[in-house]
């Protein structure tokens, strides 16, 4: 692999990332509702997609 991106994440965001993406799968292979995500649950993931997408050489804006 070149090149690796880390990023360290607390253990809320770590949760709220494995918790999004199970929700994900879960909807993708059964049609299940994704849950409703609270504020405080999406600005840790929204910052974690904006660290991530600085990472990847974007800007960390989504327009």
């Known amino acids: 692999m070149s090149d690796p991106i880390e990023l360290l994440l607390d253990p ?3 949760e709220d990332l494995r918790d999004a ?6 909807h993708q292979a059964a049609g ?3 849950p409703y995500m ?25 327009a």
């Not at 974690?48 to 990847?56: F, K, N, Q």
């Open 12 to 14: 809320a965001t770590a």
């Open 21 to 26: 993406l199970y929700n994900l799968g879960e």
């Open 32 to 34: 299940r509702p994704i």
């Open 38 to 62: 609270g504020t405080e649950t999406s600005e840790r993931l929204g910052a974690l997609l904006r660290d991530l997408d600085i990472r990847l050489g974007g800007t960390g804006r989504f």
